[in-house]
């Protein structure tokens, strides 16, 4: 019975076999393609939605690139991080949008996340700053990011770059153009099949010819900019806090506000507020970074902002050190 057995299995697995080198010599199954514009192409994870993708770039249209220069080999604007934790050290993540992948600043060592790590180690404190900020993010799609990409560094703390376009998208179209682009080209994209069955010429060819003819395969492209586009902060501050007691890390929560002309004649407190509670009642850390801007604006002539989003070098650099005053006030030992 077992022979029996035995030998089935083994004509099974060598007719596969067969039937796999067949597909490919005959070169009948679908190409697998990555959609993908600039520094940005479609994620697996449907609600990250897009991710950066390793690249150096020296040009000048920045519509999708957001910045000159090399990316990390996993696409952010960092520096390379070892996966593993060296003993003693305290260990920050950094999620956020374009404020945080520094858009608009020319150098990355004039971000806050590459000025916070400077900042804490020449005050005593032996820290590591990871940087997963990207472009057009959500607190729900950084929160993912986090989850798929930041867990396995083991952070002490995760900080949010909280913006004040968080509770919507605000991508500059990035998840719309790639879908756009999925739709007008032909074989199968590579965000949404397996990584690893994809591989398989005799897979791609069931699945997308086989399958495809009787039944077609139509992205349903409202539904993946929709999964992107809600209001999820006081979801995913729930979930951070989930994670952050699961693997026993601190989160500090930042808001940076919107550059206005005048500070005293600030209209988004309500905004501010609204975060704060949602971060008090998760148990989180808060921390406005309203005032120590207004502060550098009065100290110094040196603008504080490119635009009503962005910080320029100098305000990456107040909200930094606002950020290590905080960290070194209130931190818990590794």
Same mark, same amino acid.
């Given at each position: 019975m077992l022979k029996k057995l035995g030998l089935s299995l083994a004509a099974l697995v060598l007719a596969l076999l067969a039937a796999e080198l067949l597909v490919r010599a005959l070169g009948a199954a679908p190409q697998i393609y990555v959609i993908r514009k600039g520094r940005f192409q479609l994620s697996r994870n449907p609600k990250i939605g897009y991710e950066p993708v390793p690249l150096a770039y020296k040009g000048h249209d920045l519509s999708f690139y957001d910045y000159q220069g090399s990316s990390n080999s996993q696409g952010f604007r960092d520096v390379?991080?070892?996966?593993?934790?060296?003993?003693?050290?305290?260990?920050?993540?950094?999620?956020?949008?374009?404020?945080?992948?520094?858009?608009?600043?020319?150098?990355?060592?004039?971000?806050?996340? %590459?000025?916070?790590? /400077?900042?804490?180690?020449? $005050?005593?404190?032996?820290?590591? #700053?990871? &940087?997963?900020? +990207?472009?057009? !993010?959500?607190?729900?799609?950084?929160?993912?990011?986090?989850?798929?990409?930041?867990?396995?560094?083991?952070?002490?703390?995760?900080?949010?770059?909280y913006a004040l376009s968080d509770r919507g998208r605000l991508d500059g179209d990035i998840m719309k153009t790639l879908l756009e682009e999925e739709g007008t080209r032909q074989g199968v994209s590579g965000a949404r099949v397996h990584p690893w069955l994809v591989k398989s010429a005799l897979y791609r060819f069931l699945r997308f010819r086989v399958a495809? %003819?009787?039944?077609? /395969?139509?992205?349903?492209? $409202?539904?993946?900019?929709?999964? #992107?586009? &809600?209001?999820? +902060?006081?979801? !995913?501050?729930?979930?951070?806090?989930?994670?952050?007691?699961?693997?026993?890390?601190?989160?500090?929560?930042?808001?940076?506000p919107r550059f206005v002309k005048n500070f005293h004649a600030y209209r988004f407190g309500r905004?501010?507020?609204?975060?704060?509670?949602?971060?008090?009642?998760?148990?989180?850390?808060?921390?406005?970074?309203?005032?120590?801007?207004?502060?550098?604006?009065?100290?110094?002539?040196?603008?504080?902002?490119?635009?009503?989003?962005?910080?320029?070098?100098?305000?990456?650099?107040?909200?930094?050190?606002?950020?290590?005053?905080e960290i070194l006030g209130q931190r818990r030992s590794p």
């Open positions: 390379e991080h070892a996966v593993a934790k060296p003993a003693g050290v305290y260990r920050v993540v950094v999620l956020g949008d374009s404020i945080g992948a520094g858009l608009k600043v020319e150098r990355y060592e004039d971000t806050f996340p %590459a000025i916070l790590g /400077q900042l804490l180690n020449a $005050r005593g404190l032996r820290a590591e #700053v990871i &940087n997963l900020s +990207v472009s057009g !993010y959500n607190t729900q799609q950084e929160v993912e990011t986090l989850i798929d990409r930041g867990l396995r560094y083991q952070p002490d703390l995760v900080i949010v770059a495809a %003819a009787r039944k077609p /395969q139509v992205v349903d492209q $409202r539904r993946y900019l929709d999964l #992107v586009s &809600n209001d999820t +902060v006081a979801q !995913y501050l729930g979930v951070l806090a989930g994670l952050s007691r699961q693997r026993h890390f601190d989160v500090l929560v930042a808001v940076f905004q501010h507020a609204y975060v704060r509670d949602l971060a008090q009642q998760d148990g989180l850390r808060f921390l406005d970074l309203l005032e120590p801007f207004a502060r550098c604006r009065e100290t110094s002539e040196t603008p504080i902002s490119a635009d009503n989003f962005h910080p320029t070098a100098y305000g990456h650099r107040c909200a930094a050190q606002a950020m290590a005053d």
